[in-house]
């Protein structure tokens, strides 16, 4: 019997050693293990993100307040965006798309499953690299320092001159290590999707969470790529002289910012589309019909990763663009819209009519829906190149963004843990905890969210670390320093829902949604080998199928 059986053995992990249970996974090539570890990887770091924004809500909740120095603030800062980015929101995604997707295509694993072990430990290594600048950032013999240059780096910021020491060293190797690992995953994801899925199951039957990971994987490819190679650039600036972003060397600041967002952007649609996934797997189940629109659906992604890739500079409307760059990046922005709203509308018209169940991952998924359409209305408002010249620079655009990356992104993961934990522990997350953390986290996102547009729209700064009173927007900053209070509370409540529930939570079985995807046609949790027999696929429904042979009524061929 291999180490890996025996480490997935009742008996074995019985008799087994604490010291051999980590070894099994610090080993594994089992996708379910490295999805676990993705998953608990990005657990810990949104905890670590999320005490870098308390700091900073806590800095901002007066004015002249000096609760952390200007240097601590810029630290907390970059690391929060950073770490959020790279280190949840992304290994987050990896992690659901590693364990699911394999279980939804119907086979045995990822079709390279050492690469699949390569490339998370990769991304672990970038964010440890990172991080160890706390006590690393000016070399061995001084005291340490976090990268304090913004999430965007921007020239010169991260010149020798402007950021001595070794933080931005640490800041571009980490990400460079990071994002090697994502992009083998990516790889991975890929092949496993087009050459792996089970007997019948073709492209029109593949769910729909599949579909948007082919997606997402295929733009990591296209997107991280401009990204390392210009933090390469940087490493070549500070060491070896080379001056591409080194204005007074005939360098050129802007084309970093280039690079910078032809990675940036179409990363929040690299998060996004996922979450598109988590949505239209949960809405389905939980109105009890089929998604509305299936073929629809899967353009409107396909067109959403083509467009992403030519909106990035609607991030640079005050650099100093001409005219037809400003036109040409405010209508394709705009244009993005359009697949996006179209997804919504699926949505829609899947729960219109429906059985609703509110249970809790509808709850998050209902949530998502009218929060992602409200940072989408702000986000065609700020494609005015006008109205963007306007709050560029202003907290009205750290809110917008924040409702994406939150409103959407974290909502639509929050439901896929209450939806997908009964596969992968085989316990109920207690519903009566998920709705008090859904309910504070509404509470405090919208505290928190809406009311920084507010300071935005009356001229508050963005990447300051305090203000004067007597400007009108201390108020606003209290309200936005207690909501994100109650968003630590939601997620603590989460935490804590999700450790007590492994003990004492229900036992969930096979199917506790009674879905109908091949995740839930075995045990809870699934064997190591996932299918005893590899299965074969009628319709886009399997397991409905099998549960209702006799009604073919709602089959999709």
């Known amino acids: 019997m291999s180490s890996e059986t025996m480490a997935l053995s009742p008996h074995a992990v019985e008799t087994q050693s604490l010291a051999e249970r980590l070894h099994g996974w610090a080993t594994t090539v089992d996708h379910k293990r490295i999805g676990v570890m993705y998953i608990g990887f990005a657990l810990i770091f949104l905890v670590i993100g999320g005490i870098e924004a308390i700091i900073m809500r806590i800095q901002l909740a007066l004015p002249n307040n000096d609760f952390v120095s200007p240097q601590v603030f810029n630290r907390m800062f970059t690391m929060h965006g950073t770490t959020m980015i790279f280190f949840v929101a992304m290994p987050i995604m990896f992690g659901f798309g590693n364990y699911t997707v394999p279980l939804l295509v119907g086979t045995r694993d990822m079709a390279f499953p050492r690469l699949n072990a390569f490339s998370f430990w990769l991304t672990a290594f970038g964010a440890l690299l990172m991080y160890f600048s706390f006590v690393g950032g000016f070399g061995l013999y001084g005291a340490g320092s976090a990268p304090d240059v913004g999430w965007f780096a921007y020239a010169p910021l991260t010149s020798k001159v402007f950021s001595p020491g070794h933080s931005s060293d640490f800041w571009s190797l980490g990400l460079i290590v990071s994002g090697f690992g994502s992009i083998g995953t990516s790889v991975n994801m890929i092949t496993t999707i087009v050459c792996s899925r089970c007997p019948g199951m073709t492209l029109n039957k593949m ?115 001409n005219s037809w760059g400003n036109t040409f990046f405010a209508i394709t922005t705009m244009a993005v819209g359009v697949p996006t709203g179209i997804k919504i509308f699926n949505w829609l018209g899947t729960i219109w009519g429906g059985k609703i169940q509110f249970k809790t991952p509808m709850l998050f998924s209902l949530a998502f829906l009218f929060q992602f359409l409200i940072a989408g209305l702000t986000g065609i408002m700020l494609s005015s190149t006008p109205f963007n010249w306007q709050l560029s620079g202003s907290y009205f655009v750290v809110a917008h963004f924040h409702y994406v990356i939150v409103g959407g992104i974290l909502f639509a993961v929050f439901g896929g843990f209450y939806y997908w934990y009964p596969k992968i522990t085989g316990k109920m997350l207690s519903e009566r905890l998920g709705k008090l953390h859904f309910w504070l986290f509404v509470i405090g996102f919208h505290l928190t969210f809406d009311f920084m547009h507010i300071p935005g729209l009356l001229g508050m700064p963005r990447r300051i670390y305090t203000y004067e009173a007597g400007r009108g927007w201390e108020i606003w900053n209290q309200i936005v320093s207690v909501g994100a209070l109650f968003q630590g509370v939601a997620v603590l409540i989460f935490v804590f829902n999700m450790i ?49 042979p006799e009604d073919p009524d709602w089959k999709y061929e």
């Open 207 to 321: 769910p729909l969470f599949a579909w948007m990971n082919i997606v997402m994987s295929g733009m990591v490819l296209f997107a991280i790529s401009p990204l390392t190679a210009a933090q390469i650039m940087i490493s070549l600036d500070r060491y070896l002289g080379a001056h591409f972003f080194d204005t007074q060397a005939g360098g050129s600041a802007v084309i970093w910012m280039h690079f910078f967002w032809i990675f940036g952007h179409p990363e929040v649609y690299i998060l996004i589309i996922p979450s598109f996934g988590f949505i239209s797997e949960i809405v389905p189940v939980f109105s009890r019909k089929p998604i509305f629109g299936y073929p629809i659906m899967v353009g409107a992604t396909v067109a959403i990763g083509f467009i992403s890739f030519s909106v990035w500079a609607h991030h640079m409307f005050t650099v100093g663009m």
């Open 500 to 548: 007590w529930s492994y003990w004492k939570g229900k036992d969930a079985g096979c199917d506790p949604w009674d879905a109908w995807t091949l995740e839930w046609t075995t045990t809870s949790p699934p064997p190591e080998y996932n299918f005893a027999t590899i299965p074969t696929v009628h319709s886009s429904r399997p397991l409905w199928d099998l549960k209702h």
